[in-house]
Structures are given as C-alpha cells and as structure tokens.
C-alpha cells in the first residue's frame, strides 16, 4: 500500500504496465529517456482497475488521490514476458506494491 502523503518514484528498463488494485492514483509522467514526444507526458488519474502503460526509460511517479492509500502492480508487458520466457530469463512480473 503506498499511503497518502507518500509517492512512489518509476523508471522501467522495459515496458511496463501499472495497474491499480484499489483506491485512486495520481500519476505524473515524462517525456520519455530521450524528450521523444511520442511518449505519452503528463498528469493521468487512474482509478482501481485501470491500466497505464509506461515506456522504457519513462519516469513515472505515481500518489494516492485523496485521503485512501492506493495498491498497484507494476509488471512487464505480456510481449515483454512472452520475449522473456522464450529466452528463458527471469521475469521482471511485479507483486502488488508496497512502498
């Protein structure tokens, strides 16, 4: 659970989802490792159930919104975890966060 107050700063290596388990998040983005502006930037509200793709390299930083903590995953891409698998590497799958 990541309560309110606190933030959670991310930056994949590779593509990776953040979803949100329960309660609301407030979530800030960049432009990308490189300002590439076919990146998706900016604030982005996700509510529980929802799913938000962040690139590689993309810094994200995620917050509850309002007075609920929020839980998420963040994981691999099903095309990253497929790649993974066929070259045998370990998984880069998250748990639900605690931070």
């Not at 606190?6 to 983005?29: D, E, I």
């Not at 995953?73 to 790649?83: I, T």
Request: proline content about 4%; some cysteine.
């Amino acid at each position: 659970m990541l309560a309110t107050g606190n933030a959670h700063s991310l930056r994949p290596r590779v593509p990776m989802a953040l979803r949100v388990m329960s309660g609301h998040a407030w979530v800030t983005l960049d432009d990308g490792p490189n300002g590439e502006r076919d990146v998706a930037a900016g604030d982005v509200f996700l509510n529980a159930g929802q799913t938000l793709w962040v690139a590689a390299g993309q810094h994200a930083v995620i917050e509850p919104l309002g007075r609920d903590a929020v839980q998420y995953r963040f994981s691999a891409s099903a095309v990253v975890r497929h790649a993974d698998s066929a070259l045998k590497v370990r998984s880069t799958q998250g748990e639900a966060c605690c931070a």
